[in-house]
Each structure stands twice: as structure tokens, then as C-alpha cells.
């Protein structure tokens, strides 16, 4: 197998790179009595220090990450920190060249083990490929989409021609803000394989929001979605959603747009407008009625999930929000927030607010399901204080709890277990939904 396939969230990989550091660690620290009093000690020490500066820096001074990490991760920070200090020390002192290139090798394979721990975590790059971006995606060009859509092809009556393929594929692409005015980066697109014969099934759009930071490829490489979606379509005769994934950025930079619009652009209307107009010109989609459009997404795309189908309940009147949070909201808080992307309205910012929306209007049309990691302390009270008040508004929602932390074990899982209600909603699979 070629090692940039090796998987490093199931596999070995993790396992070997942390022998491997443990062995680099035990040789930096080897020595006599004297070198671990007057080196190791301080520089483990050093490492203590430096583990608390991270956790201090990233997490109460810069909130980072919007949520508090595991603490084992600023452990073995400290320890990468420790075995550089370590390195350091150690190089000038080695006599040879072979024992300096060691010592230059052995802070690698440390740091390498303490990435990889993390990534497998997370299980946000289960390949060196996905890690490095060779994903080999090519640009989407001219798509012989269906000419005149007519009703959602359904289970029952779809007869796959021979010569459709056995896998979906997966391109690139760019989703122009013509209403919205918005300069978006890449967007991918996933066409199942029923799409993709010579006569196609007319199928449903699923439109999957990144988290932040990320971006929209972070459903191909941490949510596997194209071995998902293929998975499903294998099971129901090449039938599964189109997979449109926006850049949900929507061009404000380090300044996440919060699927809002605001003063930093006017990113749902892109996602409510122009990516549904792109989807129906470009793929012959989405458009024979409203139930043909679906939109999910994890943590902070879970939390656009729920903003645009409340705000936009006729273009996303099923909704899937994988880890949301319970509202927009930013490092800086609340009040920063409405400072910031609404000049000091605080009734701009309530206008689009999920939460808010719903104690002022009902939604009989719309149907979502909110699912939490078993072990997300952070995300999973807020997920829950979600699916409570919907429900209190009268809306059609589900509360599901899914084993993982805020990692893709869980968002995953929110996915892959929910896709037979979204094919029902849709109309494709019988059932209400």
C-alpha cells in the first residue's frame, strides 16, 4: 500500500509514532545521574511551563478553539516542548555525527506522535493523502444534468440502466454570489451514481456547511463523505443526495461570516439564494418543489443549519444540526457580536437568531434532527437547549445522541445514521420522515 494511504486514525500509524517518540524521548533523556539533575529536570520543567502557556494562551486568552480541549493535548505539548529543550542541550555535547542527527531526529518524531494523537482524536485526516491535500479532485466542467426535471425519482420506481456507475464522483467547483455579491472561495460537489447514468434519477440536494476553522473539503477527507454517501447508494440501487458543499466563509476572511448577513457580507443570502439558483442552473436540481433541498452541517455549520432553515424555511425546510451551538456567536462574545456585525442592533441580530425566530413564527413545513456527541460536555447541553426550545415552538424536531466528543466519531455518526429520514423527507424512501 502506498504510505500516503496508510490510515492514521484506525490503524497502526498512531500507535507506532508514539513507540517511536517514547524511544526518541528515552534517548534525549538517557545519560548519567548528573545530566538528568542539571539537564532533564530543567527541561522538563521548560516543557511544563511551555504545556501551560498553550493552554493559558489558546484557550483562556484566545479561546481559540470556542471550546475547551482535552488536557492530555497540552501534556504532550509540554513534552514536545521538553524533548526540543532536550535536543537543544544535547546536540553541541554529542561528539558524533550519527548521535547529532539523532538528536535532530528524535524532537521530529516526538512532535509527529503528538500531531497524530490529536488527528486521531479528532479523526480529522484518516489518510497522509487527505493530510497533505492529494485528493486529486477534478474541476467540475459541463454536466449533462436532467433537461426538464420532473418529480424526485423515488426507490420504488427507479430501475437502474446498466450502464450507470458503481461509485458517485466528487468535483471542485465555484458557486458565484450573483444575488448576494459574495466573492466565495472553492466549493465540491458529490453526484451519486444514479445521477450520474446516461439517464439519470432526478435526486435531492444536500447542502453540507464545514465547521470553523475549516473549510468545505473537510467533509471529503474527516467525514469520508464520498465512501458514506457511495456506502448508501450501494444499498439503494445508486440513489443518494447530490452533496453540495459551499464555502461557508463566504469571503470574510478571519472573520467568520456566521451563515448571516451582516456587516461582513452577506453570507446567507449566498447560501440561501445563490447556491440553491447554482445548484438548479448548473445540476438540473432542486428544483421541482422545496422538499427537494435539505441542509446539515457540524459545529458551527451545524449552528448555520439551523440559522438559514429558520430563516429561510421555504428553500431548507429540513434541517441537520451535527453539534451546532445554540446560537451564532464569536471568540469575543455576544456583545461583540452585535457590536461588531450589527452595529449595536441587537434586533438585526434577534432577526436572524434561530432561538429568537421561533417565539415569533411558526414553521408546520419544517422537520430537523439535532444530534450531540455522547461525550461532548461543551456542545451537547447547548444541543439539547436547542431541540427543547424547538419543540416547545411547536416544531418537528429530533434529539438524538451519538457516541464521540466534537470530533468526526460523532459528526459522522450524525450524518451516515440519519440519511434514510432524509431520503424520506425527501419523498425518495416511503415513510413520513
Not at 25 to 54: D, E, T
Not at 202 to 214: A, C, E, Q, S, Y
Not at 281 to 290: I, N
Request: some cysteine.
Amino acid at each position: 500500500m502506498n504510505p500516503l494511504d496508510w490510515d492514521l486514525v484506525d490503524g497502526p500509524a498512531p500507535l507506532v509514532f508514539a513507540v517511536l517518540a517514547g524511544a526518541a524521548l528515552l534517548w534525549l533523556a538517557s545519560g548519567p545521574w548528573r545530566y538528568l539533575v542539571r539537564s532533564v529536570v530543567p527541561c522538563l520543567l521548560v516543557g511544563a511551563v511551555g504545556g501551560l502557556a498553550l493552554w493559558l494562551g489558546t484557550e483562556v486568552v484566545l479561546n481559540l478553539w470556542g471550546a475547551p480541549q482535552p488536557f492530555w493535548f497540552y501534556l504532550l505539548g509540554g513534552l514536545a516542548i521538553a524533548g526540543g529543550a532536550l535536543a537543544v542541550r544535547r546536540f553541541a555535547a554529542f561528539p558524533r555525527w550519527w548521535q547529532r542527527c539523532l538528536t535532530v531526529v528524535a524532537p521530529v518524531l516526538i512532535i509527529t506522535a503528538v500531531a497524530g494523537s490529536i488527528n486521531a482524536y479528532y479523526g480529522s485526516f484518516p489518510t497522509l493523502r487527505a493530510a497533505t491535500g492529494d485528493t486529486d479532485i477534478p474541476e467540475l466542467g459541463t454536466v449533462d444534468a436532467p433537461k426538464a426535471p420532473g418529480p424526485l425519482t423515488t426507490l420504488a420506481d427507479w430501475s437502474p440502466p446498466s450502464d450507470m456507475p458503481s461509485t458517485g464522483k466528487v468535483y471542485r467547483t465555484t458557486i458565484p454570489g450573483t444575488a448576494s455579491g459574495v466573492d466565495a472561495g472553492p466549493a465540491y460537489v458529490y453526484l451519486p451514481p444514479a445521477y450520474l447514468a446516461s439517464s439519470p434519477a432526478i435526486v435531492p440536494v444536500l447542502v453540507l456547511i464545514h465547521g470553523d476553522p475549516g473549510g468545505p473539503q473537510d467533509w471529503i477527507t474527516g467525514g469520508q463523505l464520498p465512501a458514506v454517501l457511495d456506502a448508501y447508494a450501494a444499498a439503494h440501487k445508486g440513489l443518494a443526495p447530490i452533496a453540495v458543499l459551499p464555502d461557508a466563509a463566504a469571503s470574510t476572511g478571519p472573520t467568520p461570516s456566521l451563515c448571516l448577513d451582516s456587516n461582513y457580507g452577506r453570507a446567507g443570502t449566498y447560501l440561501a439564494e445563490d447556491v440553491p439558483a447554482w445548484v438548479e442552473s448548473t445540476l438540473g436540481a432542486g428544483s421541482h418543489a422545496d422538499t427537494d433541498r435539505a441542509i446539515g452541517g457540524f459545529s458551527y455549520g451545524g449552528t448555520c443549519s439551523l440559522t438559514l432553515a429558520f430563516g429561510h424555511p421555504g428553500v431548507y425546510p429540513t434541517f441537520l444540526d451535527i453539534s451546532g451551538e445554540d446560537r451564532p456567536t464569536i471568540d469575543a462574545g455576544q456583545d461583540a457580536l452585535i457590536s461588531n456585525y450589527f452595529s449595536g442592533d441587537a434586533a438585526a441580530f434577534a432577526a436572524q437568531n434561530p432561538l429568537d425566530v421561533v417565539r415569533t413564527k411558526t414553521f408546520p413545513g419544517t422537520a430537523g434532527i439535532v444530534t450531540v456527541g455522547a461525550d461532548d460536555s461543551f456542545y451537547r447541553p447547548q444541543g439539547e437547549e436547542v431541540a427543547a426550545a424547538l419543540q416547545k415552538a411547536g416544531v418537528d424536531v429530533q434529539l438524538q445522541t451519538v457516541p464521540g466528543g466534537h470530533t468526526w466519531e460523532a459528526w459522522k455518526a450524525g450524518l451516515q445514521n440519519n440519511l434514510d429520514w432524509l431520503m424520506q423527507r425527501y419523498g425518495v424512501l416511503p415513510g413520513s420522515g
